[in-house]
Each structure stands twice: as structure tokens, then as C-alpha cells.
T-cell receptor
Framework: DADVTQTPRNRITKTGKRIMLECSQT?????MYWYRQDPGLGLRLIYY???????NKGEISDGYSVSRQAQAKFSLSLESAIPNQTALYFC????????????????FGPGTRLTVL | DAKTTQPTSMDCAEGRAANLPCNHS???????VYWYRQIHSQGPQYIIH???NNETNEMASLIITEDRKSSTLILPHATLRDTAVYYC??????????????FGQGTTLQVKP
């Protein structure tokens, strides 16, 4: 079984609809992240969470919200989807705490392809 | 965080070593160099990281110049499955580190038969 799972894998929706993307992990990591990727570009950070009570905005948080329901679950919501939110969305996890390099070895899910018409 | 510069694309013959360069001339003393790759719209995959010394693991080797202003990722025997976008990222470690990764556009490596 995959360590980081995302649901749904593909979603087509209409402008103005509320959408929730879900991420679950079995790695026992404290830290979770949501990124989006547009065609031909690298990933951009939307939100990140260090633990259940710690949520932080990333580079491009406008139009998005998140919920960390448990250590293993981190959901991304689009309250009112718009076409320029059409993208590939990735969830990632990493281990918390000190240690050489442990912060930045992130483990990514398979991605959710979202299309907003 | 230091910015990185990578070539947009590279080709490599199957079975040969692939050498992917990265320039990070503004890197500071406490910043690590990380390499990730992304195979055709899959989630990025961690490859290797280093600070000063050269590093090797089962996937690749990382050569960092003495002045740390540039590095090279080496895939010793490239296969068709190594065709991917390779990202070089520099990040600071320490208590203030948020763990965020800043991805540039990377290098598209095409391994050819």
C-alpha cells in the first residue's frame, strides 16, 4: 500500500463549486504539505502543517483552505473553484524534529488532477 | 534561500552516465543541496542531498564543488526509466527551518536508447 494517498485522483468540476481534496499518510510523519503544479512549471506551496494545531500559509494560499483532522490526514478545500485553479495537486509529508536533512526529505502522493470548467 | 540555475533540458544515451549540473552561487554555509526528480506527472521523488562532502546512495552521486557554488548529480548508468524532470533545491537546516521546498523549473533529462 502507498504511504501517501490522495483522493480523488481526478476531478472535473464547475466554476463556483466547493471541492475538497484529501490526503492520508501512514508514515507517521508530523509535517504535511499541499502543492500545486501548473503545466511546465515546478511545484508551488499552498499550505503546510507541522502538527494538528499548526497550519501555515504557503506561497499561493488565496482561494484555498485546509484542515488537519488528525496527524495522518490533511485536506485541501477550494471554497468556490475557478478555472485558474485547474492544476495538478500534490500532498507531501516529512518527518519533524532535528536531524541532518530530515526536514527536507519529503514523500509525495500520486497527485490529484483537478479541472475547473 | 539560495536560488538555483539548471539547464532546461539534457539528453543522455542509455547505459551512459548522466551528469546534471546545478549552479547555486549564492548558497550560504548552512544550506544543503537537495535533488528531487519527477517522472511524468507523478509525485516528486527524493534522490539525494549533501552539505559539503560528496554523497552517494543507491540512486545517484552528488558532487559538490569545494566553494559550494555548484554541484552535479550523477546517474551512473542511465536507463529509460530515468527520463524525468530533475530539480536542484537548496535549503537551510536548523530550528528555524520550515521544511518548505521551493521548486524551480528543473532540468528535463531525456534518456535515449
Amino acid at each position: 500500500d502507498a504511504d501517501v494517498t490522495q483522493t480523488p485522483r481526478n476531478r472535473i468540476t464547475k466554476t463556483g463549486k466547493r471541492i475538497m481534496l484529501e490526503c492520508s499518510q501512514t508514515k507517521g510523519h508530523d509535517r504535511m504539505y499541499w502543492y500545486r503544479q501548473d503545466p511546465g512549471l515546478g511545484l508551488r506551496l499552498i499550505y503546510y502543517s507541522f502538527d494538528v494545531k499548526d497550519i501555515n500559509k504557503g506561497e499561493i494560499s488565496d482561494g484555498y483552505s485546509v484542515s488537519r483532522q488528525a496527524q495522518a490526514k490533511f485536506s485541501l478545500s477550494l471554497e468556490s473553484a475557478i478555472p485558474n485553479q485547474t492544476a495538478l495537486y500534490f500532498c507531501a509529508t516529512s518527518q519533524g524534529g532535528r536531524g541532518r536533512g530530515v526536514y527536507n526529505e519529503q514523500f509525495f502522493g500520486p497527485g490529484t488532477r483537478l479541472t475547473v470548467l | 534561500d539560495a536560488k538555483t540555475t539548471q539547464p532546461t533540458s539534457m539528453d543522455c544515451a542509455e547505459g551512459r552516465a548522466a551528469n546534471l549540473p546545478c549552479n547555486h552561487s549564492t548558497i550560504s554555509g548552512n544550506e544543503y543541496v537537495y535533488w528531487y526528480r519527477q517522472i511524468h506527472s507523478q509525485g516528486p521523488q527524493y534522490i539525494i542531498h549533501g552539505l559539503k562532502n560528496n554523497e552517494t546512495n543507491e540512486m545517484a552521486s552528488l558532487i559538490i564543488t569545494e566553494d559550494r557554488k555548484s554541484s552535479t548529480l550523477i546517474l551512473p548508468h542511465a536507463t529509460l526509466r530515468d527520463t524525468a524532470v530533475y530539480y536542484c533545491i537548496v535549503r537551510v537546516e536548523g530550528s528555524s527551518n520550515t521544511g518548505k521546498l521551493i521548486f524551480g523549473q528543473g532540468t528535463t533529462l531525456q534518456v535515449k536508447p
